[in-house]
């Protein structure tokens, strides 16, 4: 620090001028400590829950842990009462988890949404099959991927396979250090002299996505397709799983191993699924300390946001809309729960792209985030002329500012990307189609949606810190 006074023209502009913070210089010794307790943990979950299903089975052990309970039990039990912590799991691919409020519902749910799914290979129903004494697994990639991203890495295969009887394995392959893992292979370059011409979308194809899953021939000389059959027989032995049992299988093909510090000082976490585990996680950890609140928090944990956010465990299914039902029917209240929704108000919580040195002009400096100046408040997504976009209005733009400066949330603002660049969604336009207020609100990650996404460990635990202020604020909302 200088000791120069600072002239009248400094002074000014310190007043009336916006300047973003980073983030780091604003932590407290205590907070830092806590940052850095939090980021351990969340590499410990990434690394575990690389599937919704993982993320859901993580998050309800957790729930557990800390004494939230199944609704239905809840209810059935009659303990429903303000204070009572509930979760509602859908089909182990969404969870709601929440604390039932001081006021009635019918003042309004406080909703923090993200989503547990995230980009990467599936397998096809009928995947197996055998070529040049190889074996090989089909896939169908699931979301945005970038394909040439996906090719000569350790891969992990996860999931869950219904056998013929209706029962079912769990399966995970590729973690455990002793493990095998799977690759997609490349060309060499001195044979690419075609294959690097192409455009960048185009040199590796989404039927050229095949798993390279074994190489070692059945005994017997007399058999066809040798080696696939000796890959069914360790299969069948493993996992008493035959090749039909594929059809009723969903088994996701992601990238293998933990996820890691980044960098000399250890301030980036590098890993796979960021995008969104990194807000379902900070959702959940701004919810675990929450005692007693006033207004009912819902921590909202959706699957298949990147793909549209449909089906019966996304977004645009009335999931939330049933649980507010439920919500208002056990505090003995008869109401559309649409009513509820209309006064209610949300984070959608997902991540956006942090300007990256090597990509710039993707890029308007004046509206973009950057990796370390905090959670991202994100007005309007979509793309073009704002097509799709839940557009947040300015009063609850301003109620959600205020609040994070009061709180002392180190926060920042910023577009996806240059107007005519492209573009994407999020949740929030789902949240607002049921009458919500509804803001995305989230950490800016680079290489979002690569098999290894990077993130700022002071962006983490400034999202965290800003989803806790949201839930424990008891102001009513009376913004318009
Ligand atoms: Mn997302
Ligand atoms: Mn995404």
């Given at each position: 620090m200088s000791t120069k006074e600072k002239s009248a023209a400094e002074k000014l502009k310190e007043k009336l001028a916006y300047k973003q913070k980073n983030s780091w210089d604003a932590l407290s010794d205590d907070e830092y400590q806590e940052a850095m307790a939090i980021c351990e943990e969340y590499k410990e979950f990434l690394s575990l829950a690389k599937t919704e299903r993982e993320s859901v089975d993580y998050f309800i052990n957790k729930c557990k842990e800390k004494g939230?309970?199944?609704?239905?039990?809840?209810?059935?039990?009659?303990?429903?009462?303000p204070g009572a912590k509930f979760y509602i799991n859908n089909r182990n691919k969404a969870l709601i988890i929440g604390i039932v409020g001081q006021k009635a519902i019918t003042e309004g749910v406080r909703v923090i949404g993200s989503h547990l799914d995230a980009p990467r290979l599936d397998l096809k129903p009928s995947p197996l099959y055998e070529s040049n004494n190889l074996v090989l697994l089909n896939t169908h990639y699931y979301g945005g991927v970038k394909k040439y991203q996906w090719v000569t890495i350790p891969l992990a295969l996860h999931g869950r396979v219904v056998l013929g009887d209706g029962t079912y394995k769990d399966i995970v392959i590729g973690e455990d250090p002793a493990d095998p893992v799977f690759t997609i292979t490349d060309l060499l370059p001195h044979l690419s002299k075609d294959q690097m011409q192409k455009k960048l979308a185009e040199a590796i194809t989404g039927e050229g996505l095949n798993i390279l899953a074994g190489s070692k021939p059945y005994p017997d000389k007399e058999v066809k397709e040798r080696v696939k059959l000796a890959v069914l027989q360790k299969l069948n032995e493993e996992y008493g799983i035959v090749e039909e049992d594929f059809i009723s299988a969903e088994l996701e093909v992601v990238p293998a191993g933990p996820a890691r510090d980044l960098g000399f000082d250890?301030?980036?976490?590098?890993?796979?699924?960021?995008?969104?585990?990194?807000?379902?996680?900070?959702?959940w950890k701004a919810m675990e300390t929450i005692e007693n609140p006033v207004y009912t928090p819902l921590c909202l944990l959706a699957d298949k946001e990147?793909?549209?956010?449909?089906?019966?465990?996304?977004?645009?299914?009335?999931?939330?809309?049933?649980a507010a039902d439920v919500l208002a029917s056990a505090q003995g209240i008869d109401i559309n729960p649409g009513r509820i929704m209309a006064v209610s108000q949300a984070l959608s919580s997902d991540v956006s792209a942090a300007i990256d040195p090597n990509y710039e002009e993707v890029m308007d400096k004046m509206n973009s985030p950057v990796l370390g100046n905090g959670v991202l408040l994100t007005k309007y997504t979509g793309s073009g002329g704002k097509y799709t976009a839940n557009d947040a209005h300015a009063e609850f733009v301003g109620a959600i500012r205020k609040l994070f400066n009061e709180a002392g949330v180190i926060w920042q603002t910023g577009e996806l990307g240059k107007v005519d660049q492209g573009g994407g969604g999020t949740i929030a336009a789902f949240l607002a189609n049921l009458g919500m207020d509804v803001i995305d609100c989230g950490p800016a990650l680079l290489s979002m949606h690569a098999p290894y996404e990077v993130a700022s460990k002071v962006d983490i635990y400034m999202t965290m810190k800003g989803y806790r202020a949201f839930f424990e604020n008891n102001d009513p909302f009376n913004i318009y």
């Open positions: 939230f309970s199944p609704l239905d039990e809840l209810q059935n039990e009659n303990r429903l009462k250890r301030s980036m976490v590098i890993g796979y699924g960021q995008d969104d585990r990194i807000c379902a996680f900070t959702s990147e793909i549209g956010s449909t089906g019966n465990t996304g977004m645009a299914s009335r999931f939330l809309l049933d």
